[in-house]
T-cell receptor, first 109, second 116 residues
């Protein structure tokens, strides 16, 4: 079976740092994707981790621990436009992703 | 932005009618996918295609069929729509797997389908 756990909602203040956690148990694992989805829009690709450790991409970083079934997305210098849902998606097989229900992040002034 | 067009963008129809959603890409990517997104469930894979005329079932394929006669087009058909198929449907595309075994999927803008 597939189980992906993310917090439902988080709030943070503009300029702050926020960490969105994701734990997963999947049958098969090749790597993990993070997507951003603004309300009413399509998901957009943020990051991909295949090896353990931290991947940094500007204000966004993503971390993976394969042995612990754990990942997090770190957002720095938060901006109002970062208010969105963030989707954790383990890659479980050939071109197959399993999506979590997402974490809705609300950034306030 | 990836060249993905979904049509129609919105549709309202009645239970029991057939419905076809179209996904068109201009990227010449090999892989195409259909997902549905419902509150509390996240994105769930319906069907996917790994080449012309090559398709396979996803997690929630019952009540849906697909066809891919050309690289650029992937059609999703609800043979006899039911109210439980009311959802937002997303098409996605990806290139063939790279050296690390995977490529990101890029999504279309979605189709909001309501079945009354």
């Amino acid at each position: 079976g597939q189980n992906i756990d993310q917090p439902t909602e988080m709030t943070a203040t503009e300029g702050a740092i926020v960490q969105i956690n994701c734990t997963y148990q999947t049958s098969g694992f090749n790597g993990l994707f993070w997507y951003q989805q603004h309300a009413g829009e399509a998901p957009t690709f943020l990051s991909y981790n295949v090896l353990d450790g931290l991947e940094e991409k500007g204000r966004f970083s993503s971390f993976l621990s394969r042995s612990k079934g754990y990942s997090y997305l770190l957002l720095k210098e938060l901006q109002m436009k970062d208010s969105a849902s963030y989707l954790c998606a383990p890659h479980t097989g050939f071109q197959k992703l399993v999506f979590g229900t997402g974490t809705r992040l609300l950034v306030s002034p | 932005d990836a060249g993905i067009t979904q049509s129609p963008r919105h549709k309202v129809t009645e239970t029991g009618t057939p419905v076809t959603l179209r996904c068109h890409q201009t990227e010449n990517h090999r892989y195409m996918y259909w997902y549905r997104q419902d509150p509390g469930h996240g994105l769930r894979l319906i069907h996917y295609s790994y080449g012309v005329k090559d398709t396979d079932k996803g997690e929630v394929s019952d009540g849906y069929s697909v066809s891919r006669s050309k690289t650029e087009d992937f059609l999703l058909t609800l043979e006899s729509a039911t109210s439980s198929q009311t959802s937002v449907y997303f098409c996605a595309i990806s290139e063939s797997p790279g050296g690390d075994g995977n490529q990101p999927q890029h999504f279309g803008d979605g189709t909001r389908l309501s079945i009354l």
